[in-house]
């Protein structure tokens, strides 16, 4: 049934075949039809995040990065500061869209993988009050640490100052609660958790903070406050939308209430975390995070020292049997990444283990060693 290798990689990911059979429709942009498939997407992430009361759902063509993008451009004021949460590639990035659209900012950079903590968020805050804004990574998925927004939110609330949180690799599965988490706005997108296939994403942006950004964003087709309006006005998408796309994910959402939503997701990707590791442990592999701060998104395994292993050769052997895994992302040590997300379940996380056992021995690797260097 399934021939096609597995994406052990967190977006895009293995969808169900439902999922991808809903794009076996054309639907016309402007028709009814899609604009209230549009209507009940919008109203599920808003419902999944208990924000309906407060923030609106804004859904834009492109991959996650363009939604961040999106949010920064129409949020930002000219006099705005940003305070950018960094470890890792991700938050490296929000920095750097920053910069390039001239927008002030100021980094905590922690580094490749510690996570930063809301005490050191309250003294910067505390330190500068011209701080208008503050961005956090969920799930850090070039290392897999899940980041503390919970603390951190509560902080950034207390000083008086907006989070923005690009949540793209942890909503879905980890739980969002408008009410106690207080943010203006949350990015996701739609091939991460909730198991959709790529080609948009969505902001859920506080409304009261929203209506005033008429006008602020320099770009046309990033704009999420004309994008908001024009929805609410027409139901439509402003640009061409990525139809077929927009339709499997409205097909993955039900599958998603249909496995009991977040707190099924989680659990499953949780049981796929732990078996994982145990059993990558149990071959001799070493995870790069304390168990305290491994996702159940994506985990980085340090590469056994031995130079019978490097990456590439190893994916190969991977795929040859029937997975595609991902690169590590450190700077410091060779690591390489293992999802848990997608139509992943117990069989498939049997079946990678035994394949990582496998492709080892065909590499003629002996008995694996982590690297001696790794202070944690
Ligand atoms: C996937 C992801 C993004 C977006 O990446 P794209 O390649 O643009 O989809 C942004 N932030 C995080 C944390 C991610 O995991």
Redesign the pocket.
């Known amino acids: 049934m399934h021939n096609e290798p597995y994406l052990l990689t967190?977006?895009p990911l293995t969808t169900s075949l439902s999922v991808k059979q809903a794009m076996l429709r054309d639907w016309g942009s402007w028709d009814g039809d899609f604009n209230q498939i549009t209507a009940a997407i919008c109203q599920d992430l808003l419902t999944l995040a208990n924000a309906q009361q407060t923030h609106v759902c804004v859904p834009l063509q492109g991959?996650?990065?363009?939604l961040?993008e999106a949010v920064f451009a129409t949020l930002l004021a000219k006099d705005s500061k940003t305070l950018v949460l960094m470890n890792g590639a991700?938050g490296q990035?929000a920095a750097a869209i920053l910069q390039r659209m001239g927008k002030t900012c100021v980094t905590l950079d922690k580094g490749d993988y510690q996570p930063p903590l809301a005490q050191e968020v309250d003294e910067l805050l505390r330190q500068d009050p011209l701080i208008t804004h503050v961005v956090v990574?969920h799930?850090?998925?070039s290392s897999g640490i899940l980041n503390p927004v919970d603390a951190i939110a509560k902080v950034v609330a207390a000083q008086g100052r907006e989070l923005i949180i690009?949540s793209?690799?942890a909503f879905g599965a980890l739980p969002v609660d408008a009410n106690e988490l207080p943010f203006t706005a949350l990015v996701s997108?739609a091939n991460?958790c909730l198991e959709g296939v790529?080609g948009f994403g969505f902001a859920l942006i506080r409304e009261t903070a929203l209506v005033s950004c008429e006008g602020q964003s320099p770009s046309l087709s990033l704009d999420l406050y004309d994008q908001w309006r024009y929805m609410q006005k027409t139901g439509q998408w402003r640009f061409t939308p990525p139809t077929h796309v927009v339709a499997a994910f409205h097909q993955a959402l039900q599958e998603y209430q249909l496995e009991g939503g977040q707190s099924a997701r989680l659990a499953r990707y949780s049981r796929n975390r732990d078996r994982l590791v145990a059993g990558m442990r149990a071959l001799g592999f070493q995870t790069l995070l304390e168990d305290a701060w491994l996702s159940p998104i994506i985990i980085t395994f340090l590469s056994p020292d031995d130079p019978a292993f490097s990456f590439m050769p190893f994916y190969q052997q991977m795929k040859s049997r029937g997975f595609l895994i991902y690169p590590g992302k450190l700077t410091q040590v060779e690591s390489f990444r293992l999802g848990c997300i997608g139509q992943l379940f117990d069989s498939q996380i049997n079946a990678v283990l035994e394949a990582v056992a496998d492709s080892c021995t065909a590499l003629g690797l002996t008995a694996i060693q982590p690297p001696q260097t790794m202070s944690l």
């Open positions: 967190p977006g991959s996650g990065t363009y961040v991700y990035r990574i799930c850090e998925t690009d793209m690799s997108s991460k790529p």
